[in-house]
């Protein structure tokens, strides 16, 4: 199983950014997918994610109505779309994917992961 997270780069505040994941071994619709980030000396934090079969999706409070995750079944893909980005969302963005529905926002719950992509917003 492997997880090709790219996309991302450098963006002045206020600025857009989209990263994306590939994933090949598993099929997506068959996974709960979920987007991560970890900022320098913090602990990995959890930003979004769909539930498995293209079931509801959950957004982390501080990137909700700005950041959009979307899903590609027939390309084997998720995406983050990322608006209105501010210094604060500077971090390595990691997905990964877990074969369960419950407790989408935890870390430890996921099995794959890919390794991830930096995001360095500007002031």
């Known amino acids: 199983v492997q997880l090709q997270a790219s996309g991302g780069g450098l963006v002045q505040a206020g600025g857009s950014l989209s990263v994306s994941c590939v994933v090949s071994g598993i099929t997506i619709r068959s996974y709960s997918m979920g987007w991560f980030r970890q900022a320098p000396g913090k602990e990995r934090e959890f930003v979004a994610a769909?539930?498995?079969?293209?079931?509801?999706?959950d957004y982390s409070d501080s990137v909700k109505g700005r950041f959009t995750f979307s899903a590609d079944n027939a390309k084997n893909t998720v995406y983050l779309q990322m608006n209105s980005l501010q210094p604060d969302d500077t971090a390595v963005y990691y997905c990964?994917?877990?074969?369960?529905?419950?407790?989408?926002?935890?870390?430890?719950?996921?099995?794959?992961w890919g390794q991830g992509t930096q995001v360095t917003v500007s002031s």
């Open positions: 769909i539930r498995r079969s293209g079931g509801s999706i």
């Open positions: 990964a994917a877990r074969a369960g529905n419950a407790g989408l926002t935890l870390p430890g719950n996921y099995r794959y």
